[in-house]
Each structure stands twice: as C-alpha cells, then as structure tokens.
C-alpha cells in the first residue's frame, strides 16, 4: 500500500503556506511519523529542503505526478501531535505562516544546510587518458579549470566554491548538458551539540603492570605520565590532561592503539550562569496562601477546569504559593513552567527556585546562546528539567508530563510578542492548559482590565489575597503636586519632600529606590534660539539625550549622533537638552546627596552580560544607598532594606496617546510602590506628580484596584474599546511614503467592495487609513489601518483581512511594502 505525507516546506513566503504532498518511498514507510522532520526535493530545482510532516495517509486525493521524500531527519518526531494542533491554532488566530508558528516551538540549535556539488559524469571517469586528453583540448579554459578544481577537491565540489567565475551557473548547465559533470543537490543536518571527551584506562589500575609485561608494551615517558595519572583518577576531560601533563593527543592516541585507555565522547550541558544569590530562609504560608494553594492542588487532576487568576496585594507571597503548587505537581510527576516578564525579574526568581528545588530548574530566555537553548532543550526532553521560568517564549518548551503553567505578573505587555506570530502568551497558555487538562495560574497585584473583567464574568476562578506575607500595611503614598514646588522656587526633579525622606531613610541605615520610566539624559536636545529638535535621521522621533558620550539616541533604531555645540539650522549657542532621563537624576542626585553611593539599572547599564546580577548583588549587599531605574525596578524585586521609594514623574505616561494609557499608569504606581516594606520595616512612597486630581492616581495612591477598575470599565464601554470589542491592526510601511499611502488605500478599497458585497454599508468600525503616531521608523514611513469587531462578527472581518493581505497579496500590494497584522494590540503607535 502506497503512503503519502503532506508537508509543511521551510519557506518564509505566503506563496508555500499550505500543505504539500509528497510520496514516501519504501525504505521510508515504517520511519515517518506525523511530527517527524523530513527532507523533500522542493521547486524546479528540487532543492532539499526541510520540511515538517502534519499528515499521512494512503490514498491520493487527485491524479499527481508525485515527488518523494529524500530522508528523514530525527529517529523520533520532534513535534508532538499537539503541537500541531497548537501551530494550526496560532496560524488562524494570528493570521500569520505555517512556519512563523513552527519557528516558535522549533529546537533551537537545529537547521539544514543544503548545498549544490559538481563532480565529474560516470562517462568522464570511464575515458582513457588519450580520450580524456582529447576532452580536455576541446574545452575552453574556465571548463579546464572547473575540471582541474574538481580533481584537486577529490571528485567533488560545492558550486558555492565556484562562485567568482563569471556566468557559473550557465557554464555548469552547460557542462551538465554535454554529460561532462554530475550537478546534484546534498545536504548536512546539524544539531548544536557540545561534546566533551573523557578518557579513562580501560582495566583496572592494578593489572596495568602486568598486562604491560604480558603484551611486552615499552611506554615512552609521557605515556607513563597519562597512565599514572588515571590510575590515580577514574577519568579526565582530554583538554584537562593536556594542559596538566603538557601531553600531546598523538601520546594519548598510542595509549588508545595499545588497548590501555578508553576515549568517550558524552554530552555536555551549556548550562546558563546566574551569578545572583539569596539566602535562604524558612517560609511559613498564612491562611490566604494556604488557601490559594490548596484551591489550585485540590483540582489538579481535575478535567474541564478554570484557569486561575491569583490577585494578591504587592508582598503578599504569590511567589511562594507558586512554589507550594509545583511542589505538589512535582511529587505527583508532572512538571511546570513559569514565566516572568523581563529578564529582570529571573535572577531573583531563579535563585529562590534553585534554592529550594536544585538542578531540576532550568532557564530559557532571549539572552540565552543558541547552544545554551539547545541543551536546555534537551534536558526537558531527557527529563533533566522538571521546572522552566523564562519570558514567553518558554511556553514552547517540550515537556511530556506538563501539569502546571503560571504566568506571574500577567498584566504586562511584554507577554504580547511584537514579532510575527503577534502572539499573546496568555491566549497561548489557555489553549494549551484546556486541550491538555493544565492547571494554568495567571497572578498580580494589578490584574489587566481585559483580564480581570473574565474574572469577574466567571471565565477564571478568582482566588485573592488581601494582606502583605510579612502582615505589615502597604506603604502609605504621599503626593507632591510639582506645580507647587516650583512655586516655592524649586526647579530640581526632586520635591523637598523627596529630599527630606531620602536623607532620613539613609540616616536609619535603609535603602531607597527612584523610579522614572525614561532611560537616558534628557527626553530631546533643542536649540532655544530657534526651536530646531534634534530628530532621527531614520525615524519620526526626537533622539534621548546620553551626556556620557554628548551623543543624541534613537531608542528604535539605534541612530545616534553627537550633540555640536552650535545649532546647525541657526548656528546659535543655546542648545539645550529638555526633560529627565534616569542619567539625569543620577547628576542631580550627586550633586545634593555627594556622600551617597547611587546604582543605575535601565537597558544602558544592563545591556552587558552579567551586569544585571552585578546591579542586584551590589544593591542587595547594601553597597549602595540609592538604585535608579525605569520599568525593570516596577515588579518583582524584593529587597529587605528598602524602605523609601520616589515615584518621579507618575503622570508621564497619562498623556501617551493610546486607550490603555490610564491602566499603565495605574499599575506602574502599585507596582512600584510595592517595592518598599516587604521586610520587617514599614514602607513609604512619594509620588511625584502635575496632576493631582487624575482618576487613576487617586486610585493608586489608595491601592484601590476595584475603585479604578469600575471607573476604567465604564470608559472602556463607552468607547468601545477592549474587552467589549477586539481590534485588529494593520500596518502598511516602505521606504516610498506615496507608494504606502497608494497601497493602504488598495487595501481599505478592496475591503470596502468586499464588504458592500455582503451587504454591509456602515464603516464605522473601520478607522483610517492614517499615518502612525509614530510615522517613520527606521527609514520605513508607516500607515495604519484599525478596526473593531463593531457590529461585524469577528472571524468575517478576520477572513476578509487574512483574504486582501495574504491570499491576494501579490494582486493588492506592491513587492516592496510591507504588511503587519496584530490582533488586539498592547498599543496602536
């Protein structure tokens, strides 16, 4: 019987996005599973090429002329049959490729190198040498050439090494043609492994002498040295023994000849560094985590079951609960994945998980080598790893006996990726946990409205706790109106009132930490004579001011330039840089507290290797009085000597020009609050704002989440935002602004016939075309196009998007645009 597989192909275009069939040759029929990774003879060239295998049948749908399957590539599937469901869920959910889904849960480390060779034809290698000379003489010299390349590399050539030759390609066909060369396709599948080598003696180190005298075996005077150095250890790295014994391999090769050592090659773990440490201490759960816990466990093996949603007050121990949760799912055998948000948070988490659960965890994030993600890979898959915490992408992970997924501090965006897939790893962990029966624990303080208002339509089961673990109150919030300090003459960023509490949180020995969510100098650098604004050259932004370096930043693109001294549209002398940045506080805060020791943590400090751990340990060791930071400081670090914490600018992101403005604002506030007190000692904050009187402000200072909830959810319906309507937003850029305006205005044309041609005449739930808040954005001018699910069922408008700007791409847009479709945005700039 004959059996056919359809394949996913490895191709980055909408053209290939669909299944391809392909016929398995006999020698393959019982290797090839769905999930395996196969090679196929791919376009007219029949290219090897790695492709996935999602279906196998045996019969043929149509009458086709049918290419078969090269090899197979792995002993057993790498994808499991739900995550092929998962990777059909996510292409239709997310309008995106087969493979954009595929790459997300591929093994890092894996990939197929495929390559062409040239090597002289049967007929050729059959000539005598007279016929071969004769051949040789009717050749020009570039094929004389080819041919004398190809004898030099033993028979065989890759055609890449012949690439400097003028027209390569036509003279090789041509040769191939005349049957003078073999031109074929090979390839190599490589894994990102490191081995080591260990070498032992191969009897025992008591019968060495007598088996010497017996095989009559003379040893020179390092090989002497190798064997009276492993009767002495059981085995050695080979590396080691070299460097130790200034050995040469062909000494320790000799030995291998003689029968007296074993050379074994085993796997090596990358595994990741974290150089963060925490003492341990001994935890008592209270009776609210107690009963969160116990909520969780008593229904783990229960089917049909509610994610959860764990809103707990700043301090109030979710990690521990967390942790009491994967303990019972450990000693039933089932394993866990955390993920954190920010590679921030992970060394704290890391290091309290390590101390209490050893080598079973693992890591897995962006900062991660490609070799360090492969052996984290394979240990899950060799069941090594029975915990993962990582960013979003650790979901993914290949766990066989998954029990538990807890997303911590669920409500910040960085579990939306920006890169196709657009995927929300909340959406993500709820598909996986309701197909496979996993406890899914969504916890934070400051819960996103969309999701908190699933909880409270009976979607989650809402477990909370409402005291800190150490039973302290939350620290109280003083507001400063900096209107008022400027007029009492003060033009620093830091209140008197600030001033005033830092020096007394200091003089009682205890810490402080300042939070402005802006890195960098100063927000732009003017010119006051004239207005001019230092601008990227590549995006529609001014450049952040670094006064380190006098250079003027793009914090997209990366462009930077240095600040002249005079104004290059009016030559004047008067240029300034505008606003604060985090390097700006830290001047001004030497400038009045000069005896204190100041860390600054934000992408600038701690885009270094190791240099994150560094900031943390020198803070927790209390070798400085004062950490400045942005977004990072805002969850999950917990230092006991902090008592202080100044909030410096708490309004800044109420005038950001997106609906989810107020929420961000109010949750930066908790969470950053949330950082003083969390010891014995009692914290307290000051918030430092112009606006006093704004909703969510007067909500935060309060800790009053269900307060600002209410207010926020009736603005939210009003405006037919998120929850009560999804959005999908479309993006069209190029480098040729009139080219993206012509190509947008396809778009919305060619969706307004096809949706006129359903009878549907009201666009009011179609907002634009418009150019971007942030219209250029490395040398890419960028119009959008947003629509709500407005009185249109949601999958209509899905299809008919997915139809203009996939099926019909090629019709609709030009080659050199191009289109991002995300569904329910973080932001719409």
């Given at each position: 019987?004959?059996?056919?597989?359809?394949?996913?192909v490895?191709s980055?275009?909408?053209?290939?996005?669909?299944?391809f069939?392909?016929?398995?040759?006999?020698?393959?029929?019982?290797?090839?599973y769905?999930?395996?990774?196969?090679l196929?003879?791919?376009?007219?060239?029949?290219?090897?090429?790695e492709?996935?295998?999602?279906?196998?049948?045996d019969t043929?749908?149509?009458?086709?002329?049918?290419?078969e399957?090269?090899?197979?590539?792995d002993e057993?599937p790498?994808?499991?049959?739900e995550?092929?469901?998962?990777?059909?869920w996510?292409?239709?959910?997310?309008?995106?490729?087969y493979?954009?889904?595929?790459?997300?849960?591929?093994?890092?480390g894996?990939?197929?190198?495929?390559?062409k060779?040239?090597?002289?034809?049967?007929?050729?290698l059959?000539?005598?040498?007279?016929?071969?000379?004769?051949?040789?003489?009717s050749?020009?010299?570039?094929?004389?050439d080819?041919i004398?390349k190809?004898?030099i590399?033993?028979?065989?050539?890759?055609?890449e090494?012949?690439?400097?030759?003028?027209?390569?390609?036509?003279?090789?066909?041509k040769?191939?043609?005349?049957?003078?060369?073999?031109?074929?396709?090979?390839?190599?599948?490589?894994?990102n492994e490191?081995?080591?080598?260990?070498i032992s003696?191969?009897?025992?180190?008591d019968?060495?002498?007598?088996?010497?005298?017996?095989?009559?075996?003379?040893?020179?005077?390092?090989?002497k040295?190798?064997?009276?150095?492993?009767k002495n250890n059981?085995?050695?790295?080979?590396?080691?023994?070299?460097?130790?014994?200034?050995?040469?391999?062909?000494s320790?090769?000799?030995?291998?000849?003689k029968?007296?050592?074993?050379?074994?090659?085993?796997?090596?773990?990358?595994n990741?560094?974290?150089?963060?440490t925490?003492?341990?201490?001994?935890?008592?759960?209270?009776?609210?985590?107690?009963?969160?816990?116990n909520?969780?466990?008593?229904?783990?093996?229960?089917?049909?079951?509610?994610?959860?949603?764990?809103?707990?007050?700043?301090?109030s121990?979710?990690?521990?609960?967390?942790?009491?949760?994967?303990?019972?799912?450990?000693?039933q055998?089932?394993?866990?994945?955390v993920?954190?948000?920010e590679?921030?948070?992970?060394p704290?988490?890391?290091?309290?998980?390590?101390?209490?659960?050893?080598d079973?965890?693992?890591?897995?994030?962006?900062q991660?080598?490609?070799?360090q993600?492969?052996?984290?890979y394979?240990?899950?898959?060799a069941g090594?790893?029975r915990?993962?915490?990582g960013?979003?992408?650790?979901l993914?992970?290949?766990?066989?006996?998954?029990?538990?997924?807890?997303i911590d501090?669920f409500?910040?965006?960085?579990y939306?990726?920006e890169k196709?897939?657009?995927?929300?790893?909340?959406?993500?962990?709820?598909?996986?946990?309701?197909?496979?029966?996993?406890?899914?624990?969504l916890?934070s303080?400051?819960?996103?409205?969309?999701?908190y208002?699933?909880?409270?339509n009976?979607?989650?089961?809402?477990?909370?706790?409402?005291?800190?673990a150490?039973k302290?109150?939350?620290?109280?919030?003083?507001v400063?109106d900096?209107?008022?300090?400027l007029n009492?003459?003060?033009?620093?960023?830091?209140?008197?009132?600030?001033?005033?509490?830092?020096k007394?949180?200091?003089?009682?020995?205890?810490?402080?930490?300042?939070?402005?969510?802006r890195?960098?100098?100063?927000?732009?650098v003017s010119?006051?004579?004239?207005?001019?604004?230092f601008?990227?050259?590549?995006?529609?932004?001014?450049?952040?001011?670094?006064?380190?370096?006098?250079?003027g930043?793009?914090?997209?693109?990366?462009y930077?330039r240095?600040?002249?001294?005079?104004?290059?549209?009016?030559?004047?002398i008067?240029?300034?840089?505008?606003?604060?940045?985090?390097?700006?506080?830290?001047?001004?805060?030497?400038?009045i507290?000069?005896?204190?020791?100041?860390?600054?943590m934000d992408?600038?400090?701690?885009s270094?290797?190791g240099?994150?751990?560094?900031?943390?340990?020198?803070?927790?060791?209390?070798?400085?009085?004062?950490?400045i930071?942005t977004?990072m400081l805002?969850?999950?670090?917990d230092f006991?000597?902090v008592?202080?914490v100044?909030?410096?600018?708490?309004?800044m992101?109420?005038?950001f020009?997106?609906?989810?403005s107020?929420e961000?604002?109010?949750?930066?506030?908790t969470?950053?609050?949330?950082?003083?007190?969390r010891?014995?000692?009692?914290?307290?904050?000051?918030?430092?704002?112009?606006d006093?009187?704004?909703?969510?402000?007067?909500?935060?200072?309060?800790?009053?989440?269900?307060?600002?909830?209410?207010?926020?959810i009736?603005i939210?319906?009003?405006?037919?935002y998120?929850?009560f309507?999804?959005m999908?937003?479309v993006?069209?850029?190029?480098?040729?602004?009139?080219?993206?305006k012509?190509?947008i205005?396809?778009?919305?044309?060619?969706?307004?016939y096809?949706?006129k041609?359903r009878?549907?005449?009201?666009?009011?739930?179609?907002?634009?075309?418009?150019?971007?808040?942030?219209?250029?954005?490395?040398q890419n001018?960028?119009?959008?196009i947003?629509?709500?699910?407005?009185?249109?069922?949601?999958?209509?408008l899905?299809g008919?998007?997915?139809?203009?700007?996939?099926?019909?791409?090629?019709v609709v847009?030009s080659k050199?645009?191009n289109?991002?479709?995300?569904?329910n945005?973080?932001?719409?700039?």
């Amino acid at each position: 019987m004959e059996k056919y597989a359809k394949v996913i192909v490895r191709s980055n275009t909408f053209h290939t996005d669909n299944l391809f069939t392909y016929k398995i040759p006999e020698f393959l029929k019982n290797q090839i599973y769905v999930g395996h990774r196969v090679l196929v003879p791919f376009g007219k060239g029949n290219k090897p090429t790695e492709a996935f295998v999602f279906k196998i049948s045996d019969t043929l749908e149509e009458d086709i002329k049918l290419k078969e399957v090269v090899d197979v590539l792995d002993e057993e599937p790498i994808f499991k049959l739900e995550d092929l469901e998962l990777v059909n869920w996510m292409k239709n959910r997310y309008l995106c490729t087969y493979i954009d889904c595929i790459n997300l849960i591929y093994p890092k480390g894996y990939k197929v190198n495929n390559y062409k060779v040239v090597s002289l034809s049967d007929e050729v290698l059959n000539l005598n040498e007279n016929e071969f000379t004769d051949l040789l003489s009717s050749l020009d010299d570039i094929q004389k050439d080819i041919i004398s390349k190809i004898n030099i590399s033993k028979g065989k050539l890759k055609t890449e090494k012949l690439k400097k030759i003028p027209n390569i390609n036509y003279i090789l066909d041509k040769m191939s043609k005349k049957n003078i060369i073999n031109l074929k396709w090979e390839y190599k599948n490589h894994k990102n492994e490191k081995n080591l080598c260990y070498i032992s003696l191969s009897i025992e180190a008591d019968e060495v002498d007598d088996y010497l005298k017996k095989n009559k075996i003379n040893l020179g005077v390092k090989q002497k040295e190798i064997v009276n150095f492993l009767k002495n250890n059981d085995r050695v790295e080979i590396n080691d023994l070299i460097d130790i014994l200034k050995a040469s391999k062909q000494s320790i090769l000799s030995l291998q000849n003689k029968n007296l050592i074993d050379i074994k090659l085993e796997d090596y773990y990358r595994n990741p560094e974290n150089a963060y440490t925490l003492e341990q201490k001994e935890i008592y759960l209270n009776e609210e985590q107690k009963n969160a816990c116990n909520k969780v466990i008593s229904e783990m093996f229960d089917q049909n079951k509610k994610p959860y949603m764990l809103h707990g007050v700043t301090g109030s121990g979710k990690t521990e609960v967390y942790m009491e949760i994967i303990d019972y799912a450990l000693s039933q055998g089932l394993d866990s994945i955390v993920l954190v948000p920010e590679i921030a948070l992970t060394p704290q988490t890391i290091t309290r998980f390590k101390n209490r659960f050893g080598d079973i965890v693992g890591v897995f994030h962006s900062q991660l080598s490609e070799g360090q993600k492969h052996d984290v890979y394979k240990a899950i898959k060799a069941g090594n790893i029975r915990i993962l915490i990582g960013a979003r992408s650790a979901l993914f992970a290949p766990f066989n006996s998954l029990g538990v997924i807890i997303i911590d501090e669920f409500h910040e965006t960085s579990y939306k990726s920006e890169k196709n897939p657009k995927f929300s790893a909340i959406e993500v962990a709820k598909f996986i946990s309701n197909k496979n029966d996993i406890s899914l624990v969504l916890g934070s303080a400051t819960p996103s409205i969309d999701e908190y208002y699933k909880a409270k339509n009976g979607e989650y089961n809402l477990i909370e706790i409402n005291q800190r673990a150490n039973k302290n109150p939350l620290p109280k919030i003083e507001v400063v109106d900096m209107k008022e300090e400027l007029n009492k003459g003060n033009k620093s960023i830091f209140s008197f009132k600030l001033q005033d509490e830092i020096k007394q949180a200091i003089k009682n020995n205890n810490q402080v930490i300042l939070f402005l969510n802006r890195r960098g100098y100063a927000s732009f650098v003017s010119c006051r004579s004239c207005g001019y604004v230092f601008q990227c050259e590549n995006c529609d932004i001014s450049l952040t001011y670094h006064k380190g370096k006098n250079i003027g930043r793009c914090h997209y693109c990366g462009y930077e330039r240095e600040i002249p001294k005079e104004c290059p549209e009016c030559s004047s002398i008067y240029v300034k840089p505008f606003g604060v940045g985090t390097q700006k506080i830290e001047e001004e805060l030497k400038v009045i507290f000069p005896e204190l020791k100041v860390l600054r943590m934000d992408k600038d400090t701690t885009s270094k290797k190791g240099s994150l751990e560094e900031i943390l340990n020198k803070f927790k060791n209390k070798e400085a009085d004062i950490l400045i930071g942005t977004q990072m400081l805002s969850k999950g670090l917990d230092f006991d000597n902090v008592t202080l914490v100044g909030i410096l600018s708490a309004d800044m992101m109420l005038n950001f020009p997106d609906f989810k403005s107020f929420e961000t604002t109010f949750q930066l506030i908790t969470q950053v609050s949330g950082r003083a007190g969390r010891s014995d000692k009692e914290g307290k904050v000051v918030l430092q704002t112009y606006d006093t009187d704004h909703y969510s402000i007067r909500r935060a200072i309060n800790y009053d989440f269900e307060g600002f909830y209410e207010d926020e959810i009736k603005i939210r319906k009003a405006f037919g935002y998120a929850p009560f309507n999804n959005m999908i937003s479309v993006v069209v850029s190029g480098e040729n602004e009139n080219l993206v305006k012509k190509n947008i205005q396809n778009m919305y044309d060619s969706i307004i016939y096809l949706l006129k041609g359903r009878g549907i005449t009201d666009f009011e739930f179609i907002l634009g075309p418009n150019p971007c808040s942030i219209s250029k954005i490395n040398q890419n001018y960028r119009w959008q196009i947003l629509f709500k699910d407005d009185n249109i069922e949601i999958n209509l408008l899905k299809g008919i998007i997915k139809y203009i700007c996939i099926t019909k791409r090629d019709v609709v847009f030009s080659k050199e645009i191009n289109i991002s479709i995300d569904i329910n945005p973080n932001s719409v700039l």
